[in-house]
Each structure stands twice: as C-alpha cells, then as structure tokens.
C-alpha cells in the first residue's frame, strides 16, 4: 500500500453546510486526485494536484474546491453540499501525471441528507 | 475526448470458469491501459498494465493484451476463484492528452460462486 489515508470513512451531513474531506499520505508522492464513485459512472476526477499549492479541475469539478498545504496532505470541501454530492469519494497519489500508476485510499462515504 | 467503455455487469460465474471482461477505448495518442479490482469495502488496486500496443499484462492469473487496431484491452482468466469477486475496472491514460488522468470506465461486478 502507498499508505493513503483517508478521513473521515463515513459522514452524514445535512443539505446546505460544508463539508471538508482529508487525504493523507505518507509516500511523498507528487500527485494527488480527488475521484467520486456512483454507480453506473465508475470514478470520475473532481480535482488533482501536481504539488505543493498547484491543483486544476477535473471533469465533475462544480461545488467543490480543494487545498493542498503540504505534499502529505490533499483537502476537498464541499461547499455546500447537496443531495447530489451523495457519492463515495476515493483520494489516489501517484509519482507522475499520466502513464503510470494511481493508488487509492479506501474511501468516504458520504451522505447528504 | 478519450474514454474507455466497459461491458456491462453483473457477470455471474461459477468456480474454475473462463472470465472475460471487454473494454475498449477511445484516444487520440497512444495511452498506457490498465485493470483495476475493488474488493467489497476497499480502494481500486492496480491489477495490470499495458504501456504499448501488442503488450500483455498479466498478474495472478489475468491477463491483458493491448490491442490497437480493435482500441481493446480485455480482462481474462481461464479458472476465476471466489476470491475473484470483485468490481474491475478498465482504465487509460494518455500523458501527451488531457493531461495524463486516468479515466475510467463504469466498472463490471463480477460474483463467482461456488
């Protein structure tokens, strides 16, 4: 394992409040991706991050933003989540953007009620 | 844009069958492929690889082979276990397009049963 964490597993919030999920990693991996998984989907990039404060978009990007601090850390907050954030997130490193590679933490359920 | 199409599942097998999951793909360059297996509760695992055309990846007895002229990458495996059940995914990345991210398709449940 690349020793990815990710907090919390599980979270129930309610319509209309932020919502901050963490990833942690402790492989110095430059990379990071934030990817949501729905049924029907498979995973899809929310947003990524190429180091230390450098992140863009990805495809489903809308309603949420991230931060990147430091290289171990990788934040997405849902700013004000709605039903249909309702999704399992799953946080991924990797040593380079394209090419090789992603590995993935075990993921957060999240449910917006 | 790219993208990578998977068939369908539920796939239902019994024990010591043949499996077979096609994906095909859509790029523009040359991407690099890969499956991917979720076990229940679990993140995606790197199962196996392919950077170039005609290469086969191959790990705990699946295999892959890229295949350019039919834009495939099929998962087999001739005995599944049911420690196989799983959800596996395809997936490419092209580093010279969209930025190298990996795009996945939908995923395919596979149960074996005993």
């Known amino acids: 394992d690349a020793g990815i964490t990710q907090s919390p597993r599980h979270k129930v919030t309610e319509t209309g409040t932020p919502v901050t999920l963490r990833c942690h990693q402790t492989?110095?991996?430059?990379?990071m991706y934030w990817y949501r998984q729905d049924p029907g989907h498979g995973l899809r990039l929310i947003h990524y991050?190429?180091?230390?404060?450098?992140?863009d978009k990805g495809e489903v990007s809308d309603g949420y933003s991230v931060s990147r601090s430091k290289t171990e850390d990788f934040l997405l907050t849902l700013e004000s989540a709605t039903s249909s954030q309702t999704s399992v997130y799953f946080c991924?490193?990797?040593?380079?953007?394209?090419?090789?590679?992603?590995?993935f933490g075990q993921g957060t359920r999240l449910t917006v009620v | 844009g790219n993208s990578v199409t998977q068939m369908e599942g539920p796939v239902t097998l019994s024990e010591e069958a043949f499996l077979t999951i096609n994906c095909t793909y859509t790029?523009?360059?040359?991407?690099?492929l890969f499956w991917y297996v979720q076990y229940p509760g679990e993140g995606l695992q790197l199962l196996l690889k392919?950077?170039?055309?005609?290469d086969k990846g191959s790990n705990k007895g699946f295999e892959a082979t890229y295949r350019k002229e039919t834009t495939s990458f099929h998962l087999e495996k001739g005995s599944v276990q049911v420690s196989d059940s799983a959800v596996y995914f395809c997936?490419?990345?092209?580093?010279?397009?969209?930025?190298?991210?990996?795009?996945f398709g939908q995923g395919t449940e596979l149960s074996v049963k005993p």
């Open positions: 991924a490193t990797g040593t380079a953007l394209g090419g090789t590679e992603a590995f």
């Open positions: 492989e110095n991996h430059r990379y």
């Open positions: 991050s190429y180091g230390v404060k450098d992140t």
């Open positions: 790029a523009t360059g040359y991407p690099s």
């Open positions: 392919a950077t170039k055309a005609d």
């Open positions: 997936a490419l990345s092209d580093k010279y397009n969209q930025g190298g991210k990996l795009i």
